[in-house]
């Protein structure tokens, strides 16, 4: 594996337009949880599964049931940056990378540094009425208890991307942009599972495709370079 990683060290010592994609497999190294690893929120017991609870018309019908899993199991006391988010944030600031596409919605990046940050399903550090759109801190959404309020009496919802929800079309395009014109794509920490996210990385044109994931994916056998290690650890070495 070390031939690998010294390969990946020499591509982004040579390119100055990279892009990199990921998911939740970049922030386990920081305590957060993904969805398909075995210590995963899929693995864990709930009522419903997270897709379910964390779909649209299940937040509109059960929000009190909603806003139990989101608090219990989204929101994460004292997460920090890993070696990977900071690498990333490094390597923007060396004017290497061009962006970060994130399925994420811990907002780790920013907390790295990271600038250009194309948040494809949200954040949870965002909040706003579903009723009348009003913005409102994250605070009273990610803690206390019940279902907050917004003045109007319309429920406040994390401004995050729900199951059976459309992606923002002009964030997406930004996305596509990006990896449409990037010199290398470094994937890493993602099932590609979820669409359209995954789909995103069938418009990179060039050649160094790079997959770094800890289990194998449906990409594996389009890449240039796999690796199948923790991302932070492979990080901290280019
Ligand atoms: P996923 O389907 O759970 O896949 C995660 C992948 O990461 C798996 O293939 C793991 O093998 C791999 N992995 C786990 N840890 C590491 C590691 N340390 N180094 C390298 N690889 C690792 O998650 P996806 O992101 O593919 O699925 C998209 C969903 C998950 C998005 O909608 C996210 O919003 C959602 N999600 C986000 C977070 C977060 O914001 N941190 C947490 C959990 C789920």
Known sequence: ??????KLKQW????????????????????????????GLYNQKWKYPPETILSHS????????????????????G???????LRLAELEREGKLKAVVTQNIDGLHQAAGSKNVLELHGSIL???CSRCRKPYSADAMNHGT??????????????IVLYEEPLDQEIMS????YIRNADMLIVGGTSLNVYPAAGLIDYYRGQKLVLVNLSSTP????????????????????
Request: proline share 5%; glycine share 8%; with cysteine.
């Open 1 to 6: 594996m070390e031939t690998e990683i010294l």
């Open 12 to 39: 982004v010592a040579e390119s100055d337009n990279i892009v990199f994609f990921g998911g939740a497999g970049v922030s386990t190294e920081s305590g957060i949880p993904d969805f398909r690893s075995v210590d």
């Open 58 to 77: 299940f937040f509109e019908r059960w929000p009190e049931e909603y806003y139990r899993f989101h608090r219990e199991k989204l929101v994460i006391e």
């Open 79 to 85: 997460v920090k940056p890993n070696r990977a988010h």
């Open 126 to 128: 965002r909040a706003y």
């Open 146 to 159: 019940g279902v907050p309020r917004c003045s109007c009496g319309g429920v406040i919802r994390p401004d």
């Open 174 to 177: 930004r996305a596509l942009h």
């Open 219 to 238: 990409y594996d056998q389009y890449a240039d370079l796999v690796i199948h290690e923790k991302i932070g650890e492979v990080f901290s070495q280019i």
